[in-house]
């Protein structure tokens, strides 16, 4: 069988480039390395204040200053001098002038903290830019990067926020928020879907204020004071980078992934801390994750693709033995389509 007019075997390979470029799209956030941070619930540079009846299911720790700044705790100092224990605390409390190794353990989780909001507020490439104009009340969002150059918040009282992984355990949220982030009072966070509290990153530049009786889920990176108002909770870690200030707050700690398992682990639930909830972490796990779906897209799009291009193969050596001096001409003009194309896809 002989052609008029060369096949062309671009079209495939242009389809090829788009369904490459969509799947890495698609491709998930990885977490934030929280390096020893991650061993502490509260961890901050300027101190931990807490009024009322506060329980704390996890580490605390401030550096560099010392532990005159952590105050309503009703400390007892260990007999090693490492570590203080509160009967408000389910772990250990540590600060920069205890013995030896205590400073330059605080030193190095400080400097993890720093360097992880530093991770998250510099990810690229988000996925949602200014959504929702800040407000949260009432949305769900699904895994990704998100950026915000304003304040953002539950900005309606007793509404809630959700959290959805679709079943996928492994997903991951990064929360990027140029000014301050505000939960109103009786505001809830929820997880769902499998979504987890160590795998939601709020890397927030401002003041941080969780208000009354709120509840709030994440790994919450602030650059200034984070603010427990009275009867608020959480479900995470709270890493500031001045000072924390708890009122009657009430703080759970969920199994981290791989991070924060250096010494000094709580030892155990608090008295009044509630039991983390992880069962919608396991409710829909059944469910195919996202990723998985377009990984096999793809494959199946490729081994159609490569049949399509053996096909025009053979087709184009039949024109270049009916016209070999066009099939000479048009090989040079596909050349460089083909060459301007691997620039674009460079680019």
């Known amino acids: 069988m002989f052609f008029s007019s060369p096949p062309?075997?671009?079209?495939?390979?242009?389809?090829?480039?788009?369904?490459?470029?969509?799947?890495?799209?698609?491709?998930?956030?990885?977490?934030?390395?929280?390096?020893?941070?991650?061993?502490f619930a509260i961890l901050?540079?300027?101190?931990?204040?807490?009024?009322?009846?506060?329980?704390?299911?996890?580490?605390?720790?401030?550096?560099?200053?010392?532990?005159?700044?952590?105050t309503g705790f009703d400390l007892n100092l260990h007999s090693s001098n490492q570590f203080g224990t509160s009967s408000r605390v389910a772990g250990q409390i540590f600060a920069a002038d205890y013995a030896v190794p205590t400073p330059a353990k605080m030193t190095t989780a400080v400097s993890n903290m720093e360097t992880a909001y530093t991770d998250a507020q510099g990810r690229t490439n988000p996925?949602?830019?200014?959504?929702?104009?800040?407000?949260?009340?009432?949305?769900?969002?699904?895994?990704?990067?998100?950026?915000?150059?304003?304040?953002?918040?539950?900005?309606?009282?007793?509404?809630?926020?959700?959290?959805?992984?679709?079943?996928?355990?492994?997903?991951?949220?990064?929360?990027?928020?140029?000014?301050?982030?505000?939960?109103?009072?009786?505001?809830?966070?929820?997880?769902t879907g499998g979504a987890k509290a160590s795998n939601i990153f709020w890397a927030i530049a401002g003041s941080t204020t969780f208000g009354t009786s709120s509840h709030v889920e994440g790994v919450f990176l602030s650059k200034t004071k984070i603010v427990f108002e009275t009867g608020s909770s959480g479900t995470g870690a709270f890493l500031s980078q001045?000072?924390?200030?708890l009122d009657a707050a009430t703080i759970g700690v969920q199994k981290w992934q791989g991070q924060g398992q250096g010494q000094g682990q709580g030892q155990g639930q608090a008295q009044g801390v509630a039991?983390?909830?992880?069962?919608?972490?396991?409710?829909?796990?059944?469910?195919?994750?996202?990723?998985?779906?377009?990984?096999?897209?793809?494959?199946?799009?490729?081994?159609?693709?490569?049949?399509?291009?053996?096909?025009?193969?053979?087709?184009?050596?039949?024109?270049?033995?009916?016209?070999?001096?066009k099939a000479k001409d048009w090989r040079k003009g596909e050349t460089e389509e083909l060459e301007e194309l691997e620039i674009n896809t460079k680019v």
């Open 242 to 245: 001045t000072a924390v200030t």
């Open 8 to 39: 062309s075997h671009l079209g495939p390979l242009k389809t090829l480039t788009l369904l490459l470029a969509a799947v890495a799209a698609v491709a998930l956030e990885s977490p934030v390395d929280l390096g020893t941070a991650g061993d």
């Open 127 to 191: 996925d949602h830019v200014e959504l929702h104009t800040g407000n949260l009340s009432g949305k769900t969002l699904s895994p990704g990067l998100y950026k915000w150059s304003t304040n953002v918040g539950i900005r309606t009282a007793s509404s809630t926020l959700t959290f959805d992984a679709a079943g996928d355990a492994d997903a991951v949220w990064i929360m990027q928020i140029a000014g301050s982030f505000d939960a109103l009072s009786s505001s809830n966070m929820i997880l």
């Open 275 to 325: 039991p983390i909830d992880e069962s919608d972490a396991e409710k829909d796990c059944g469910s195919v994750p996202a990723l998985v779906i377009a990984i096999t897209v793809l494959s199946l799009s490729i081994g159609m693709l490569l049949v399509v291009v053996m096909g025009q193969k053979s087709r184009l050596d039949a024109y270049e033995l009916a016209h070999p001096i």
């Open 44 to 70: 901050s540079k300027a101190g931990v204040t807490t009024t009322g009846t506060t329980s704390i299911n996890g580490n605390i720790g401030t550096s560099p200053i010392a532990a005159t700044a952590l």
